[in-house]
């Protein structure tokens, strides 16, 4: 797992956080949560692990179809975007196989160019990316057809499903108050959620809890991520 480390006052600063962001690699709103995800991570003093998992099924592309106003009986649509959701799963799978950091990059640059600057889909574009992001090509596209790459992947499916992750983007965060039940974020997804989700001082208890309920937020057994 990826782990991005900062210096500590150790006298507040000595949490140790886990997040999970479960995410369809072609939606906005996924590339909006990532950010502000790694935006968290940037003002954060703590140590925090953080991994972003793609998630892919038939839920997944009708939700996708809704959030982007698609017609959902379009059954050609729906197969195209099915192909290329499940393309970029194994694709960004692959490039983690170079480091959890260097998949994130990968990731990040191909949905930049797909989301922000609407380009098409193809394997130029994954090439692009993969540049960008400093793979080693020939490695990183034998990684993408090998049958680890598939298992790797679909082994992320059972801990989406393990938790419950049903949404796209959706959350999980662990923290020392949250070491063995996680919360799972399915909305709202922001810097300033998980700052507030992870605020040390005790004062904040009851306006932490507020936030929990008022949001929706579920409390997720960490023994859900148990890949059997």
Same mark, same amino acid.
Do not use: C
């Given at each position: 797992m990826g782990t991005t480390t900062h210096p500590?006052?150790? @006298? %507040?600063?000595?949490?140790?956080?886990?997040?999970? /962001?479960?995410?369809?690699p072609i939606d906005s709103t996924c590339f909006q949560a990532e950010k502000e995800?790694? #935006?968290?991570?940037?003002?954060s003093s703590n140590r925090i692990h953080v991994n972003f998992i793609p998630v892919h099924n038939l839920s997944t592309v =009708? !939700?996708? /179809? @809704? =959030?982007?106003? /698609?017609?959902k009986s379009d059954l050609k649509l729906r197969n195209a975007i099915h192909s290329v959701s499940y393309d970029i799963c194994l694709y960004y799978t692959a490039a983690t196989m170079q480091g959890k950091k260097?998949? #994130?990059?990968?990731l990040l640059e191909l949905q930049y160019e797909l989301i922000e600057e609407k380009k098409v889909f193809s394997e130029?574009? %994954?090439?692009?990316s993969a540049k960008k992001a400093k793979l080693d090509i020939p490695m990183f596209l034998e990684d993408k057809e090998l049958d680890f790459t598939i298992a790797s992947f679909e082994a992320d499916q059972k801990i989406a499903c393990g938790v419950n992750a049903f949404k796209t983007p959706s959350c999980l965060f662990f923290g020392d108050r949250h070491k063995e039940h996680g919360l799972l974020i399915?909305?709202?997804i =922001? $810097?300033?959620?998980? !700052?507030?989700?992870?605020?040390?001082?005790?004062? $904040?208890?009851?306006? #932490?809890?507020?936030? %929990? @309920?008022?949001?929706? %937020?579920?409390?997720?057994?960490? =023994? @859900?991520? !148990?890949?059997?």
């Open positions: 500590k006052n150790e @006298s %507040i600063h000595n949490e140790v956080i886990e997040i999970y /962001l479960f995410i369809n995800v790694l #935006r968290f991570i940037e003002k =009708t !939700q996708y /179809l @809704s =959030t982007n106003n /698609l017609p260097k998949g #994130r990059n990968f130029d574009l %994954i090439l692009e399915e909305e709202g =922001t $810097v300033e959620l998980l !700052q507030a989700l992870h605020n040390p001082n005790p004062m $904040v208890i009851e306006a #932490r809890n507020q936030i %929990i @309920s008022k949001n929706g %937020i579920r409390s997720i057994n960490k =023994t @859900s991520l !148990q890949v059997l």
